[in-house]
């Protein structure tokens, strides 16, 4: 289990209050709500990884590979979860939002799906999609309450692994 000290984990209760603090709006809710079942269980990145093979016949192997590195990325974060058995943060000043189907919180699994799934997709659409996809998902599970700051950084990091790892693999295969 990870072990947080109480000034530690009171650190991180406080930056999550403060962001719920500052974005909860309700369209920001509404939004990241929406990017919550989009990424549950990879779900949402994994269907599109399944519409890029749809779509680009020439590299179709490499956009089912895609789409599996992002499943596996997602399973990864399931064992870390299990391993590591942190609980999602309860405390009065913070507000869940949206339900979720364990009470696992490290690493956050949306973080690493979503990290997996940007940079895996990059690669294959030539755009770096990083930036555009990866800070929104970050922020709405603050927003909603279920994760603490560090769950989304170690899922983004452990999602950023797997993706570039197998990137480089479709890479030199193509």
């Known amino acids: 289990m990870l072990e947080q000290k109480p000034a530690e984990a009171a650190a991180e209760i406080?930056?999550?209050?403060?962001?719920?603090?500052?974005?909860?709006?309700?369209?920001?809710?509404?939004?990241?709500?929406?990017?919550?079942?989009?990424?549950?269980?990879?779900?949402g990145?994994?269907?599109?990884?399944?519409v890029g093979a749809a779509v680009d016949r020439k590299r179709r192997k490499d956009w089912l590979l895609a789409a599996?590195?992002?499943?596996?990325?997602h399973g990864a974060s399931i064992a870390?979860?299990?391993?590591?058995?942190?609980?999602?943060?309860?405390d009065p000043s913070v507000e869940v939002l949206v339900g979720t189907p364990s009470r696992l919180s490290f690493p956050?699994?949306?973080a690493t799906s979503t990290t997996a799934a940007a940079v895996l997709y990059s690669g294959l659409t030539?755009?770096?999609?990083v930036p555009?996809?990866?800070?929104?998902?970050?922020?709405?599970r603050l927003v909603l309450g279920v994760h603490y700051p560090t769950d989304v950084l170690a899922g983004a990091a452990l999602g950023g692994v797997v993706g570039g790892l197998l990137r480089r693999k479709i890479r030199k295969k193509g």
Do not use: C, D, Y
Not at 18 to 42: D, I, M, W
Not at 80 to 86: A, G, L, S, T, Y
């Open 45 to 50: 990145w994994f269907a599109a990884g399944l």
């Open 108 to 110: 956050s699994s949306h």
């Open 68 to 73: 599996a590195g992002v499943v596996g990325a």
């Open 132 to 140: 555009a996809l990866v800070p929104p998902m970050l922020a709405s």
């Open 14 to 43: 406080q930056v999550l209050a403060r962001v719920q603090g500052v974005l909860k709006r309700p369209a920001t809710v509404k939004a990241a709500r929406g990017l919550s079942h989009f990424g549950e269980h990879a779900i």
């Open 126 to 129: 030539g755009r770096n999609l």
């Open 80 to 90: 870390v979860k299990r391993v590591v058995r942190r609980p999602r943060p309860e």
